[in-house]
């Protein structure tokens, strides 16, 4: 089990950073993929970036160059450091984690509570 708590969240302008961060419970992070998705009212949830254990990073199209993910595997913690921030950045953001037993064969999301980013224009 993986418990994933987000924090960093807030109100800023547009051309602001904003620094999110996500701590992980139990013993798993190191090998899961860790991952940011968003989702804006009345929009699907998407995924805006991506780390492995190997530290190979993706990136949406739409954040690319603004936004850079990170990992401490020591401190269980994944980072999202967010820069030149716009207004259709707004939106909840959540923490994932992904973990594949291939022992067993099973594939496993955990999901965090969520964060909010306003971006004022």
């Known amino acids: 089990q993986v418990q994933l708590v987000e924090s960093g969240g807030g109100l800023v302008e547009a051309g602001g950073s904003l620094r999110l961060s996500c701590a992980a419970s139990?013993?798993?992070?190191?090998?899961?993929?860790m991952a940011w998705y968003r989702q804006a009212p009345g929009k699907e949830r998407e995924l805006v970036a991506a780390?492995?254990?190997?530290?190979?990073?993706n990136y949406a199209d739409s954040v690319k160059g603004r936004f850079t993910i990170s990992r401490d595997n020591a401190k269980n913690t994944v980072y999202l450091q967010m820069n030149s921030l716009k207004p259709e950045d707004t939106a909840v953001y959540y923490c994932?984690?992904?973990?594949?037993?291939?022992?067993?064969?099973?594939?496993?999301?955990?999901w965090g509570q969520g964060t909010q980013v306003t971006v004022s224009s």
């Open positions: 139990g013993r798993v992070f190191s090998s899961s993929v």
């Open positions: 780390i492995t254990s190997r530290r190979t990073t």
């Open positions: 994932n984690a992904h973990r594949t037993d291939y022992a067993l064969g099973v594939e496993y999301d955990y």
